[in-house]
């Protein structure tokens, strides 16, 4: 599992005008949640975003002030400005070793199903994240599912899915993730002829009535 490290600063004050204080300074408002409380952090933006890109809600991240404050978490949401796009507040879950934790994590697809290569089928993903409970070092980035097998009608479940060690699928184990399933099937051209057929059925009905 890849390290992933981000610096922040603890703050004293929350509140709105905290909040667009610290972004006028290129930073984004943050808080920690865990077991001993919360804190209130800023992050300096552009170190955020290569850690979202790598991290995302599924890799954990040690958050450090650089004065004795250090954490594992996992990045539980974000806030972005609807029109700009802009990260505008972050809240991390503090993460205590030997303490289980769940978690959403994305799934992969790899390979060709020869369903869809061979047969004329469409690649389905149902889900596209499973929900995991595992030890904090155990958690994946994401699952990995090889479609490559995979024919017309066949069907990856939750339960079919890769075993990965320490960590167990929740949620139904029934639930499809992918299929491979029938292209949409084309509705017949209607031909001018038959156009011209219902057309002069309807005059006659017309005529039929006014008699």
């Known amino acids: ?57 599924s890799s954990i991240v040690t958050i450090d002030d650089g004065a004795g404050f250090s954490t594992m978490s996992l990045i539980q949401s974000v806030q972005r400005n609807a029109l700009t796009d802009e990260f505008m507040h972050i809240d991390f879950m503090e993460l205590t070793k030997g303490h289980a934790i769940t978690a959403q994590i994305p799934v992969h697809v790899t390979g060709t199903a020869v369903g869809v290569s061979s047969e004329g089928g469409v690649l389905d993903i149902q889900l596209h994240e499973v929900e995991v409970r595992c030890l904090p070092m155990n958690l994946p980035h994401q699952i990995d599912v090889d479609v490559s097998a995979l024919k017309l009608g066949d069907v990856i479940h939750v339960k079919d899915l890769p075993a990965v060690d320490g960590v167990e699928y929740l949620g139904d184990a029934e639930a499809p993730v992918v299929a491979i399933t029938h292209g949409a099937a084309e509705e017949p051209e209607t031909t001018g002829e038959a156009e011209t057929e219902v057309e002069i059925i309807k005059e006659k009905k017309t005529e039929e009535s006014a008699s």
């Not at 599992?1 to 984004?28: C, Q, T, Y």
């Open 1 to 57: 599992m890849e390290d992933i490290s981000l610096s922040v600063s603890l703050r004293d004050r929350a509140g709105s005008g905290a909040a667009g204080r610290i972004r006028r300074e290129g930073k984004i408002p943050a808080v920690i949640y865990g077991t001993s409380g919360s804190r209130n952090l800023s992050v300096e933006r552009s170190a955020f975003v290569k850690v979202w890109r790598k991290a995302g809600h």
